[in-house]
């Protein structure tokens, strides 16, 4: 089970970093991962995506220029950092994960269908 922290209310122009893992240890190298948000009344979107075969990365325009998806392997965690927040930013963020059977994954999905698994998610609220 994918688990989320980091969530909490800042002022816009605020930083925040989000983390991710895994419950039970399993290790998310083996991985597609992403991040998603859900604002009230709103459909999921996606906010960035990594690929631990290669270090790729994909974020939603929204969010380019002030957001950073990063692994640390050392940690076995997913990290979202986010600078530069806006209201607009205020949402329940949620990590995603799909394993990719023979090997590493090397794509970097930002549509929701393409993962598996999913965290219940953290509050980030910008005001």
């Known amino acids: 089970q994918l688990v989320e922290s980091g969530g909490g209310s800042v002022q816009a122009g605020g930083s925040l970093t989000l983390s991710c893992t895994h419950s039970?240890?399993?290790?998310?190298?083996?991985?597609?991962l992403a991040w998603f948000r859900q604002a009230p009344g709103k459909q999921r979107e996606a906010v960035a995506a990594?690929?631990?075969?290669?270090?790729?990365?994909n974020y939603a325009d929204s969010v380019k220029g002030r957001f950073t998806i990063a692994q640390d392997a050392s940690k076995n965690t997913l990290n979202l950092q986010m600078n530069s927040l806006k209201p607009e930013d205020t949402a329940m963020y949620f990590c995603?994960?799909?394993?990719?059977?023979?090997?590493?994954?090397?794509?970097?999905?930002?549509?929701?269908?393409?993962?598996?698994?999913w965290g219940q998610g953290t509050q980030v609220t910008v005001s």
């Open positions: 995603a994960a799909d394993r990719r059977p023979g090997g590493p994954c090397y794509t970097t999905s930002l549509i929701p269908n393409h993962y598996e698994y």
């Open positions: 990594f690929a631990p075969g290669d270090g790729d990365t």
């Open positions: 039970a240890g399993y290790t998310l190298s083996r991985y597609c």
